[in-house]
């Protein structure tokens, strides 16, 4: 004659701790990558808002010297964003034009930069070939931020073109 079984086997027991500990070690990792986006989208943000800041800022100076004051000093930090080890400046952010290198840099209309609609002429004079420092009526600007985040080297660029 069998005896009444009550409770668990141990054989039971050990299945069921199995499938309790997958699914614990399965809602921890789930967590662990949500705390991660989060951090990622937080570190996006602020990236976001500072290049915003940086466009509005080049609205409120006069239109005819935008180029000459941010083509001086087109580097800034970001709060809460760390500049990448290998960045020379040592900060996040900078400000962009389509412009060589020369003494004083030079807004040039001939510069290969499809994402900014470049070549184009910038001053209306018709010839797209044209190197200026002021004089423009349209002002492709990129500003980029590049930042050492949680999950590795990130970027942000926004683009846009100012006019008078």
């Known amino acids: 004659m069998l005896r009444d079984r009550r409770g668990f086997s141990l054989v039971e027991l050990l299945v069921a701790t199995a499938i309790l500990l997958t699914a ?36 409120e100076t006069p239109f005819d010297t935008i180029f000459s004051t941010h083509v001086a000093n087109p580097h800034f930090d970001v709060d809460g964003l760390i500049p ?57 600007v990129r500003v980029k931020i590049d930042w050492e985040g949680r999950s590795g080297s990130r970027s942000f660029e926004l683009l846009t073109s100012l006019s008078e």
């Open 24 to 59: 614990a070690i399965g809602l921890i990792v789930a967590l662990i990558t949500a705390v991660g986006l989060t951090e990622d989208t937080r570190e996006t943000a602020l990236a976001s808002e500072a290049a915003r800041k940086k466009i509005e800022e080049m609205q």
């Open 84 to 140: 990448r080890e290998s960045d020379p400046d040592g900060h996040v952010g900078k400000i962009l034009f389509p412009s060589v290198a020369n003494a004083p840099p030079m807004l040039s209309e001939a510069v290969a930069d499809t994402p900014l609609g470049m070549p184009r002429d910038l001053n209306g004079n018709g010839n797209a070939t044209d190197m200026m420092t002021n004089g423009y009526l349209i002002l492709p």
